[in-house]
């Protein structure tokens, strides 16, 4: 896994709530507790580790964002998120004190 540790660290981004909204229509977008690291979360995903992640769903570190959540980022475009992809999902993390 360290390749995909070493993609992953790579392509960590941080991006603004405008440039993340378009995967909403595809509904790809996943949203991870601060708890957890977000390349750890997204080499899990790579390998389809299904009971992390479950576990990770079930203490609810990981879901689908709010329609709550969503409204709230529109009224805030530049809100930044940390982004990687791990297709087909899109995993986001809240920039802390931003």
């Not at 360290?2 to 993340?20: C, H, N």
Request: hydrophobic share 45%; proline share 3%; net charge negative.
């Amino acid at each position: 896994m360290t390749e995909t540790r070493e993609k992953f660290e790579k392509d960590l981004a941080e991006v603004d709530w405008k440039s993340l909204r378009i995967h909403t229509q595809r509904d790809s977008l996943i949203l991870v507790d601060a708890q957890l690291d977000l390349v750890d979360v997204a080499c899990r995903v790579a390998v389809d580790d299904t009971r992390e992640i479950g576990a990770w769903i079930e203490k609810q570190l990981l879901c689908k964002p709010t329609a709550a959540q969503l409204s709230c980022w529109e009224t805030q475009l530049d809100k930044p998120f940390k982004m990687l992809i791990a297709a087909p999902y899109i995993l986001l993390q809240a920039v802390l004190n931003a």
